[in-house]
């Protein structure tokens, strides 16, 4: 297939990079001083403990360029999800034709978003349930080996799942987008904002019993939501989404505050969930208002109260704006707690 990946950061890099190893066309376009770098020293995966370098595919310093190295059969996004809109705007203002478009985006919100521009006949919806790293630019290591979901419900469906097991990446179709999407974002909240707001590994929160319970009501409200929207929780490549969905909801505390601690806590080892490293980067904005902000907004449109998510959302949008000091709520449950 003939690819371009709209900017090479962790995943759009293990992907397109994965995908050039197995003789599949990529292309990038990226930031100029980014993409001269890259296009100098190449690109590094590091998969099943093994470093490979890679330099069969283009990169390009502006879309207009990319596009015009064309044409491709699909465009994939693997952007934060706050970079969607702009990144659309700057291809269209190009005014060159654009494939449809592969979102490999966390969040319920950027196919609709793509849609709105594009038409719904040019998005497919994407999950990656891999976990990998970026040490540097151009640089990625794979962590944990999971897989790749694709929706079946567009054409180019089952090329794109064929093309991604080539590339030895575990594809995996899925008939549905809703149902595949909203189990991606149900493993997304797991601990995720409140580490960042408490400054603490999400083995502590699942280890508490005041913050466990926290936790398994942010993912109740989503199975909430998702039941409203008809949505069945489905297993993802590698990623058991209904053991999950059992433990939120069936399961006794005292059996599944353990195995939660375990898979979701102790198994990361050192690294820190997305929210937290984005908060402690300084970037000045996180993904909460697309993720637990996400829950909010369609739990409002169909009548299904929400309000931890809500608080969340809330709290972590205004510790990453500036407006509250990362100091009131660090090591500090009490004092979340207190607004919950």
């Known amino acids: 297939m003939r690819l371009l990946f709209i900017g090479a950061g962790a995943i759009g890099t293990y992907v397109g990079g994965s995908l050039a190893m197995a003789g599949h066309q990529v292309t990038y376009s990226e930031q100029p001083d980014a993409a001269a770098t890259i296009a100098e020293q190449g690109l590094r995966l590091t998969r099943k403990g093994r470093t490979s370098g890679v330099r069969d595919f283009s990169i390009f310093g502006s879309a207009e360029d990319a596009l015009a190295a064309g044409p491709y059969d699909a465009c994939v996004f693997a952007l934060k999800s706050f970079d969607t809109e702009p990144a659309l705007d700057g291809l269209l203002a190009t005014g060159a034709e654009l494939p449809p478009v592969l979102s490999l985006q966390n969040g319920v919100d950027n196919e609709p978003a793509i849609a709105a521009k594009l038409g719904s006949d040019r998005v497919i919806s994407g999950t990656v349930t891999t976990a990998v790293s970026k040490p540097g630019l151009g640089q990625v290591v794979e962590e944990k080996r999971r897989g790749i979901g694709i929706?079946?419900?567009?054409?180019?469906?089952?090329?794109?799942?064929?093309?991604?097991?080539?590339?030895?990446?575990?594809?995996?179709?899925?008939?549905?987008?809703?149902?595949?999407?909203?189990?991606?974002?149900?493993?997304?909240?797991?601990?995720?904002?409140?580490?960042?707001?408490?400054?603490?590994?999400?083995?502590?929160?699942?280890?508490?019993?005041?913050?466990?319970?926290?936790?398994?009501?942010?993912?109740?409200?989503?199975?909430?939501?998702?039941?409203?929207?008809?949505?069945?929780?489905?297993?993802?490549?590698?990623?058991?989404?209904?053991?999950?969905?059992?433990?939120?909801?069936?399961?006794?505390?005292?059996?599944?505050?353990?195995?939660?601690?375990?898979?979701?806590?102790?198994?990361?080892?050192?690294?820190?969930?997305?929210?937290?490293?984005?908060?402690?980067?300084?970037?000045?904005?996180?993904?909460?208002?697309?993720?637990?902000?996400?829950?909010?907004?369609?739990?409002?449109?169909?009548?299904?109260?929400?309000?931890?998510?809500?608080?969340?959302?809330?709290?972590?949008?205004?510790?990453?704006?500036?407006?509250?000091?990362?100091?009131?709520?660090?090591?500090?449950?009490?004092?979340?707690?207190?607004?919950?």
């Not at 926290?214 to 949505?231: F, P, Q």
């Not at 898979?263 to 637990?292: A, C, Q, W």
Request: glycine share 8%.
């Open 151 to 340: 929706a079946l419900d567009h054409p180019l469906g089952e090329r794109l799942v064929a093309a991604l097991d080539d590339a030895d990446l575990n594809g995996r179709g899925y008939l549905e987008a809703g149902p595949m999407k909203w189990s991606k974002l149900l493993t997304n909240l797991t601990g995720n904002a409140t580490s960042a707001i408490l400054d603490e590994p999400v083995s502590v929160l699942f280890g508490d019993r005041r913050l466990y319970e926290v936790e398994i009501a942010v993912l109740r409200e989503c199975l909430a939501v998702m039941d409203a929207l008809g949505h069945r929780p489905v297993d993802l490549p590698g990623t058991p989404v209904r053991a999950l969905e059992l433990a939120a909801t069936k399961l006794p505390r005292f059996v599944a505050q353990p195995a939660l601690t375990w898979t979701l806590g102790s198994g990361r080892g050192d690294k820190m969930p997305s929210f937290h490293i984005d908060l402690y980067s300084g970037r000045g904005r996180t993904e909460v208002r697309y993720l637990n902000g996400a829950v909010v907004r369609y739990g409002e449109q169909h009548g299904v109260p929400t309000p931890v998510n809500r608080v969340l959302t809330d709290t972590l949008e205004s510790l990453s704006s500036g407006e509250q000091s990362l100091d009131i709520y660090r090591h500090n449950p009490d004092a979340l707690l207190a607004l919950l």
